[in-house]
């Protein structure tokens, strides 16, 4: 049976997996990504660490204005033209800006200046949008979090945080000074500093009342604030006309079936969580008397999922795992970070035309959930994902333009990815472009698991059938169905690479092949200069069943010259007596001249080695190696790229090699005949097409029977990376002969 929501809801109910909505409500599309690095100022170092955090906009909609805490700035994006996002400055704070606010013609910032977290200090500034000038500051008396305006501008409301130290006690709290609620009544566009006032929200919370941890706050029609005590799992609605506490209320806790429990590398859905604390940290009102959380947990909580209340406290659904479920179909299930899983973390509501929506943001999951609110108790209505950057933290509608905004706090340039940024989603009628594959439910009811895909093979009958592998980033090697001819395409299952019965260990799975009796060549990639198991380069024979039937090592020989940069790809030419496996090596080996790789040719009716060379472009940045081999067209087609990311990346391509008079030498040659090769197709417009940043590792291409190629981004298993996967069908393939 299906797994049910703990609202009884079933999980393709809230998922809303149904083809009339689908075809009937506008969808959000990515239309444009905007990278923080660029808009530091001269003088700034760019190799340093940005963060695009907490995210805003002017009231006409048409600038943006996002938190970057280790700049210790504000910056602003020009968004005349969403599509064509501009730098437009950054102002200067001389602290750590947690959230911030426009009113009218003035951004207010909350800053954090504690010299440690033992002593918080912080204030409020006032920033001019038009001369980009801090005008004013206001004394807050300890670390503010979140701001929140309200909707008629009278009000703003700060979450003084005084965050604990996680260092001490394992994070545990009460870690005083405690925090509070401030908040400002608003004239005219302007706070005084003598208005401030305070609420106090200690003494109330089960868990540690004298230090409440505030955490985020929202403000609704009616001028109520609620706000967040994420790790005392407590929510505090008060009225900021009075200034009184209205309600406060335990968040609770909630069971979980069918999560990821182990880190053990793999997603096994098998597990379960009891009476986990939801720790809520994003809270919005949905209405004025309604509200969503975003339950990310940060101490004992963490329930993976969202909650809907109403302001007395009952709950009113209860979002259980299905997005967790979502982000596993769609191959962004964060393995290595699972012991909160996705972790939910920010939320957001508006209504666009008719629909009120609702989005959450999964920071570890990178991925935006957007549904369609129904009203009092009811279920939400899925609507689709969406993805951006690593961590989207800050998320911002914009109805009068029909635009989403999210902000990915991020930075991973110093390790070679991608750099924090704004994301920009426009809703149209067009169809969601994301996801481009996804997975069906396996026999248990539960979504496939998927992630790292690193090879492709067509499926020698049957058009748009095509078969891929996952690499080192799970225990698992995993031979995986693909069905290329849905849309977006479909994983439909999953066959186990087995080693005497039990699942096969030490797989580095990068190429897969189809053999002309039904089973698979499968290269698995060795990293000999490992300290610890080093592993070999290995040709595999596997069953259809995944089960392997022979082992193939490299002659000694050959064996002693690889680096940890090994196979990247297998096919097939030729049959019986003349059947030729090929495999590329990703990068020179120790004996290959610099620039030359070794495309390997085994022969298994002679058990015999040979190779040629393979001449690399230069990069002019970073290093350019293979990822991929496919026969096609008498020949092969191979991918050629860079290990560069976003603006960086400038070497993407498919190239062709023309078999015609070649003949591999032996392993004892040292001469051996270098191929010709010929550009096939640019990938870099082709990753680049989805409006976000060109992807670094394109790994995987095939051609099925009907001659149509195929590509597919490998996204790292979401380790270091926004786990967004790109399978794009590229069409015809035309070559030179």
């Known amino acids: 049976m299906r797994p049910t929501l703990l609202s009884g809801v079933s999980l393709a109910v809230l998922l809303g997996i149904s083809a009339a909505h689908a075809q009937t409500t506008p969808a959000f599309n990515r239309i444009a990504t905007f990278n923080v690095v660029d808009n530091l100022p001269a003088d700034a170092d760019p190799k340093k660490g940005t963060v695009a955090e907490i995210i805003t906009s002017s009231e006409d909609g048409k600038t943006l204005v996002y938190t970057d805490s280790p700049g210790n700035r504000i910056g602003f994006v020009d968004i005349n033209d969403p599509a064509a996002p501009k730098a437009a400055g950054v102002v200067a704070l001389g602290g750590e800006p947690t959230s911030t606010v426009i009113i ?43 701001l929140a305006r309200s909707d008629d501008g009278s009000f703003l409301a700060i979450a003084i945080e005084n965050e604990r130290d996680e260092e001490i006690n394992e994070g545990a709290i009460p ?83 069918h999560v990821d429990t182990k880190k053990d590398g793999i997603i096994d859905l098998s597990g379960s969580q009891k009476e986990t604390p939801r720790e809520p940290d994003a809270v919005h009102w949905i209405d004025n008397d309604r509200f969503v959380t975003a339950n990310e947990g940060d101490w004992k909580g963490g329930t993976r999922g969202f909650t809907i209340y109403d302001k007395t406290g009952k709950v009113l659904f209860e979002s ?58 009811n279920a939400p209505e899925f609507l689709q994902a969406l993805p951006g950057g690593i961590g989207p933290e800050g998320l911002l509608a914009i109805p009068a333009r029909d635009l989403l905004v999210t902000a990915s706090e991020t930075d991973l340039r110093e390790d070679g990815g991608i750099g924090s940024v704004v994301t920009i989603y426009k809703r149209g009628n067009e169809k969601p472009a994301y996801p481009t594959i996804s997975s069906v439910d396996g026999p248990d009811g539960l979504p496939i698991w998927w992630s790292a895909l690193s090879g492709f093979a067509a499926d020698a009958k049957t058009p748009g059938k095509l078969y891929t592998v996952n690499d080192s980033a799970y225990a698992q090697g995993r031979i995986l169905t693909v069905d290329a001819t849905s849309l977006p395409a479909k994983i439909t299952a999953a066959t186990i690479v087995t080693r005497d019965g039990q699942p096969a260990k030490g797989l580095d799975l990068e190429g897969i092949a189809v053999r002309a009796d039904g089973g698979f060549w499968l290269a698995s990639e060795g990293n000999p200069e490992k300290k610890e198991n080093p592993t070999q380069n290995l040709l595999l024979k596997v069953s259809a069943t995944g089960a392997i039937e022979e082992e193939i090592t490299l ?105 015609k008079g070649v003949t591999p030498v032996g392993l004892d040659k040292k001469d051996a005949p270098v191929v010709t090769k010929t550009t096939v197709r640019d990938l870099i417009p082709v990753l680049a097409a989805p409006h976000g940043y060109v992807i670094e590792k394109v790994e995987s291409f095939t051609v099925d029977v009907n001659g149509d190629g195929y590509i597919v981004t490998d996204n790292d298993g979401v380790d270091g990376s926004s786990g967004a996967t790109q399978f794009i069908k590229i069409g015809k393939i035309e070559v030179k002969m």
């Not at 951004?107 to 204030?123: D, I, L, R």
């Open 320 to 377: 259980g795992s299905a997005p967790e479920h979502m982000a596993v179909r769609l191959g962004h299930y964060p393995d290595k970070r699972n012991k909160k899983g996705i972790e939910m973390e920010g939320a957001e509501a508006a209504t666009f035309g008719g629909d009120k929506l609702l989005f959450l943001g999964s920071e570890r999951g990178s991925l935006v959930f957007v549904y369609r609110d129904k009203g009092g108790a």
């Open 175 to 257: 870690q005083l000074p405690g925090g509070n609620l401030t908040y400002f009544p608003v004239k005219d566009g302007a706070v005084a500093c003598a208005d401030k006032k305070i609420i106090d929200v200690s003494g109330i919370a089960a868990v540690a009342p004298e230090d409440p941890e505030p955490e985020y706050v929202s403000i609704n029609g009616l001028n109520q604030v609620v706000l967040t005590l994420q790790e005392n799992n407590h929510i505090v609605v008060a009225d900021l006309a009075t200034g009184k506490i209205v309600a406060n209320f335990s968040a609770g806790s909630t069971a979980l079936d």
């Open 555 to 659: 002659p000694a020989e050959l064996a002693a010259q690889a680096t940890r940069y090994g196979f990247e790809g297998v096919t097939v030419t030729g049959s019986g007596a003349d059947e030729t496996v090929w495999l590329a090596v990703q990068r020179e080996w120790k004996d290959d001249p610099k620039g030359q790789v070794k495309l390997l040719a085994y022969k298994p009716a002679t058990k015999s080695w040979g190779y040629v060379r393979y001449p690399l472009d230069s990069a002019g940045k970073g290093w350019v190696g293979l990822s991929e081999i496919s026969a096609s067209n008498g020949g092969l087609i191979l991918i050629e790229r860079d290990n560069q990311v976003g603006s960086n990346a400038k070497l993407k391509k498919l190239t062709y090699v023309s078999l």
């Open 104 to 146: 009218k013609d003035k951004a207010f910032v909350g800053v954090v200046t504690s010299e440690s977290k033992a002593k918080p200090s912080g204030h409020l500034a006032v920033v001019d949008l038009a001369t980009k000038k801090v005008v004013a500051t206001c004394d807050l008396g300890g670390q503010p979090d979140s």
